[in-house]
């Protein structure tokens, strides 16, 4: 199920879905609260920086995306820049959230003439972990899984918010081949309700039932964007873990679980903590509040520099090769990221040690823009990303 680009209709309707559960969550003075705070942004700085830039300005005064995005995509970039920065997490965790995302993909699948999800899916509960199955055929075995951790900086996010975005991923890898393809995307416990190593904790115990549920590890892909593939790459180093942090994991890295066949990272955020973090024109990250969010997934006990859990700053390479997947890593992330130079240092100490990795690069790309264009970018363009990636799963998983 592949629906049309959002519109700003649809745009409208999020914000009708987000109103009353804001209230109810984050409560009606505090709404209000925030509501004010936008409003200067919202009728003045909005307004004046993008027809500013967009209109008058040279072409290479622009910001690389500028340059190639469009109207829609640049408003909407703006707003996300503007409340990644100056908005709480508490306020990003109710726009990511169930309650909201489940509604506004019901009117999306209304609007295209769908009165239920035309593509099988389902919520998956134990007491360990969470998260959601969508599969072509839920009677049959499926022939591929993508094991899927969502980002939002650990605080926000979910995979309800995803769910398009995965369904639509369903739909290309069933055209890619794949006769019963199939996502199960973990539904983590976010900062603050939890940290370091809880996440990893429902990581691994998700990756079991993944297992169980295949029953073939050469079936498996991995992948995350963001804060989500920091978790995979935490979950790949504790798979192939050799007991020196079993005080720190109460012992969760010594459970021998076959590594998968390959991973996709999606902007991954390697290093939580680093110098070389740089806010930029284009991109929507703030340096600044990453690191804050690093922290509070660390915990009390840990450092965010800690390779631990910062899988950035493991310069084992022996360690690498034995957590690197049977066809190794696919890496996809824009040139003008934050977490760029971070991820690209990483990138090129794998090749260096004779790790398999294949990474692409999108010249004036900003952070996770194959999620993100799916739902902004025009027809022509939108799945650019996403097909990249079903194309390098269907090369190294038969």
């Not at 899984?145 to 650990?154: D, L, N, P, R, T």
């Not at 190593?197 to 691994?204: S, V």
């Not at 590890?217 to 991995?222: I, L, Q």
């Not at 022996?318 to 977490?339: I, N, Q, S």
Request: glycine share 8%; hydrophobic share 40%; charged share 20%.
């Amino acid at each position: 199920m592949i629906l049309s680009p959002i519109s700003y209709l649809d745009c409208i309707v999020f914000c009708i879905f987000l109103a009353p559960q804001l209230v109810i969550h984050v409560g009606l003075f505090e709404t209000i609260a925030v509501v004010l705070q936008c409003l200067p942004f919202l009728l003045l700085e909005l307004p004046y920086s993008f027809i500013r830039e967009r209109y008058f300005s040279k072409r290479g005064d622009q910001s690389p995306f500028v340059q190639q995005a469009s109207p829609f995509e640049d408003f909407v970039i703006r707003c996300v820049r503007y409340a990644f920065a100056n908005i709480h997490p508490s306020v990003g965790r109710v726009f990511f959230s169930k309650q909201v995302a489940l509604p506004f993909l019901t009117f999306r699948m209304l609007r295209h003439g769908y009165i239920k999800s035309p593509v099988h899916w389902h919520e998956y509960k134990d007491k360990r972990f969470r998260g959601i199955w969508t599969i072509h055929d839920p009677t049959k075995r499926p022939d591929l899984c993508v094991y899927y951790a969502h980002g939002g900086g650990f605080s926000m996010g979910s995979s309800y918010f995803y769910l398009e975005f995965l369904l639509s991923w369903l739909d290309l890898l069933k055209k890619a081949g794949y006769r019963n393809p199939s996502i199960f995307a973990l539904e983590y416990t976010l900062v603050p309700d939890d940290s370091f190593p809880g996440q990893l904790e429902e990581a691994i115990a998700g990756y079991e039932h993944v297992l169980s549920t295949v029953g073939n590890p050469g079936k498996v892909c991995v992948g995350g964007d963001s804060a989500g593939a920091t978790i995979i790459l935490n979950l790949l180093l504790h798979l192939a873990n050799t007991g020196q942090h079993a005080d720190v994991m109460n012992g969760i890295g010594q459970w021998q679980l076959p590594k998968p066949a390959f991973a996709v990272l999606i902007s991954p955020w390697v290093s939580l903590v680093s110098d070389r973090h740089r806010n930029t024109r284009s991109d929507y990250l703030d340096a600044g509040n990453l690191h804050i969010y690093a922290e509070e997934y660390a915990g009390d006990d840990l450092s965010p520099h800690d390779p631990l859990l910062s899988p950035g700053q493991n310069r084992d390479v022996e360690w690498w090769r034995r957590a690197t997947p049977d066809h190794g890593f696919f890496v996809a992330y824009g040139d003008e990221e934050v977490l760029a130079p971070e991820t690209e240092g990483l990138v090129q100490f794998w090749k260096k040690g004779d790790i398999k990795v294949v990474d692409r690069g999108e010249t004036g790309g900003i952070h996770a823009w194959p999620v993100a264009s799916l739902f902004l970018s025009e027809s022509n363009k939108r799945l650019k990303g996403l097909e990249a990636i079903v194309q390098e799963i269907r090369k190294n998983i038969k």
